[in-house]
């Protein structure tokens, strides 16, 4: 079974900067895909911040284009997400992701004004 251990959230002013680290640990037969979700209060669905295929391949959801960076370590499969000049609108609960259905705790990222 995969686990997925994430790191890296808290509480920064607007303009800010976080970075998120998301590992996979366990029995693990293949990575395919990666990547990051967020469920933002009162929302019932989590939207794509970004994700990155086995080939490196990135996509980015729309409202991160241009601020968040999605990288991945060459040894152990961890993901990172670098998330620049921060708004209050990003606050959300970030959740990381092993395709097809793997999740992560969520880890809370607050972004005050």
């Known amino acids: 079974q995969v686990h997925l251990v994430e790191s890296g959230g808290g509480f920064v002013q607007a303009g800010g900067s976080l970075r998120l680290s998301c590992a996979p640990s366990g029995s693990i037969e293949s990575i395919n895909v990666m990547g990051w979700y967020r469920q933002a209060p009162g929302k019932q669905r989590r939207e794509l911040v970004a994700?990155?295929?086995?080939?490196?391949?990135?996509e980015y959801g729309d409202p991160v284009k241009g601020r968040f960076t999605l990288s991945r370590g060459n040894a152990n499969n961890t993901i990172y997400l670098q998330m620049n000049n921060l708004k209050p609108e990003d606050t959300a609960v970030y959740y990381c992701?092993?395709?097809?259905?793997?999740w992560g705790q969520g880890t809370q990222v607050t972004v005050s004004s």
């Open positions: 994700h990155i295929t086995s080939f490196g391949s990135i």
């Open positions: 992701i092993l395709y097809p259905s793997t």
